[in-house]
């Protein structure tokens, strides 16, 4: 009984709290416009943009005198990892993209050993990447000869896309596509609703 009650005071105290978080004072900087306001957010959103903004949070931070700027998203990084690190890694490229102002990255798919190819390898750049990135990510896929018939592992896995190459890579394990080959991955990969690169 006394642990049922602990909880229900919890989230009686947690109720109680209209954002997680409130950002105060600041001039917001959006893509209409700029103006003073406060940022109000919840469960991980935006949730309103208002001056005076009403309404109380488990924490607050004073941005008078400094400028909110929306996160910046970089669709096209390549963090090595895992395999090849020393090139550059995740945690060292997301400090960098988060010293820049951003927010999120795009990983491509050839520089990685394993490159992402399927599941398996999917997996491993993405336990690298929970381990050292500074701000969040997403990774794309490999379209390549030989894994055709993992691309539909891949967007289950969460690529946000396919990247292929018509010419030499660069990289021995990441070989270029042909005419036919790039085709049947683009039907492929419309019908799962994904852009190839």
């Keep these: 009984a006394a642990r049922c009650l602990r909880v229900r005071r919890a989230r009686a105290a ?5 954002f997680d978080l409130i950002v105060r004072g600041g001039t917001v900087v959006s893509g209409d416009n700029v103006r003073s306001g ?5 469960d991980g959103r935006i949730a309103r943009v208002d001056a005076g903004l009403a309404g109380a949070a488990r924490e607050e931070v004073d941005a008078r005198g400094l400028h909110v700027f929306p996160g910046l998203i970089d669709a096209h990084v390549h963090f090595n990892e895992p395999g090849r690190a020393e090139w550059e890694g995740i945690e060292t490229g ?8 951003g927010t999120l990255f795009f990983d491509m798919p050839l520089n990685a050993h394993p490159p ?8 491993l750049k993405r336990e690298a990447a929970e381990r050292t990135s500074r701000v969040d990510f997403a990774f794309w896929g ?8 993992r691309l539909e592992e891949l967007a289950a896995a969460g690529v946000v896309g396919f990247k292929a190459f018509m010419a030499d890579s660069g990289i021995d394990d990441f070989p270029r596509v042909g005419d036919d080959q790039l085709r049947e991955g683009m039907k492929r990969s419309a019908r799962l609703g994904l852009p190839v690169a």
Aim: aromatic letters at 2%; hydrophobic letters at 40%; glycine letters at 14%.
């Design 14 to 18: 947690t109720a109680m709290k209209d």
């Design 38 to 42: 406060d940022i109000g957010v919840a």
């Design 94 to 101: 997301s400090s960098a993209l988060a010293a820049g102002g």
């Design 116 to 123: 992402t190819l399927d599941g398996e390898s999917f997996k």
């Design 142 to 149: 490999g379209l390549v000869p030989q894994n055709l018939d």
